[in-house]
């Protein structure tokens, strides 16, 4: 398909919405296999279905282990994170449970909660972040309620990039029983998630940002104990006398064809990451990050949003300009620089507001596998040559 720009031209920050570009090994290999053996696994028995089925169940064991899961049943895959967020809140909570959340949390956590408190009968706190970005565990104990069925936390910011201490809270509802969950959209292939070792009973993870593959496929790694109510019927290609859905994992929480070339996304996507080291790629994505903070921080009249500190950190960056609205500055940097940034409340209003960013937002920078030193060069003269034009027509 021509395109009326030229892509590799493109100085691409917006690694947050999605990580672009792919690394084309991946996606080389994504398609060879689809080309050879796409059709619908687990359907039937002749070889063709017995390899995507294949490769289905390894990528489910390769998940399981990658976030310290137990069962490879439990590992359930869903269109993408909001997908699965929907499957895990509609599928746990019920009329006269309290769940307990944040205040830097994304919508594909705070709409499906909101609607389980308005429609189903379910109380909500969000707990608000601190100043720094993270949220005191102490504070989600003492919102803790004999009722509380459900803790849930944005594992890793996509507005100011905060990773928040799971451990800690994770502890505490271990101690009550209460399930336990992250939205691992931003973190997962980024940082290391280990359910068992950090009390984290649900990771919801998306396929498109760090896991590197292609978008619509995502899903839930659920730890064992944990049950969730089937909220969507259908086939499943086992057991079709059976006139309901199945109870058992993985079919429980699938209906419907999945998505192969995506896992095959996500089985050549862990392959990569293995490949180039997951701590080398956050080293690398960070290195970047750390160069564009310092930069912007530079700028007169740019101001930055969040914590500045690099600890419990993603290479995800929000800031404003003096006297320019942030969509201005978004189209700024597309049309006269040719930087790809996010404008606004990056779906996280809850955030935005508690910032006092939540009129207009922020403009979000976000840094990628594929990022250079030149990548961040050119964002950071754009912004400033930005910030000095604004700066001139209001003195
Ligand atoms: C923190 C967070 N949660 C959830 C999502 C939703 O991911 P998806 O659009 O893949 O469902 C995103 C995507 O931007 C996100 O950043």
Redesign the pocket.
Known sequence: MDLPFDVSTVVYLDN??TTFPKPKEILDQALAAYASFGVNPGRSGYDLCLAAGNLVAQTRRELTAFFGGSDPNRLVFAA????ALNLLIQGVLTEGDHAVSTTIE?N??IRPLNHMARDRGVEVDFVPVERDGRVDPRAVTRRLRPNTRLVIV?HG??VIGTIQPVVEIGAECRKRGITFAI?A??TAGMVPIDMRATGVDVVAF?G?KSLLAPTGI?GLCIGDGVEIRPTRFGGTGVNSVNPYHLEEYPYRLEAGTGNVLGIAGLHFGLAYIEARGMEAIYRHEMTLFAALQEGLAAAEGVTLHGTTSLEHRLPVLSFTIAGRDPSDVGTLLDVEYGVAARTGLQ?APLIHRQMGTGARGTVRLSVGPMNTTADIGAAVEAVSEIAAAARAVTA
Request: hydrophobic fraction near 20%.
């Open positions: 947050a919405a993408n994170a909001t997908d994304h594909s956590v944005n910011s996509n939205d959209s931003q998306t498109h995502g779906c």
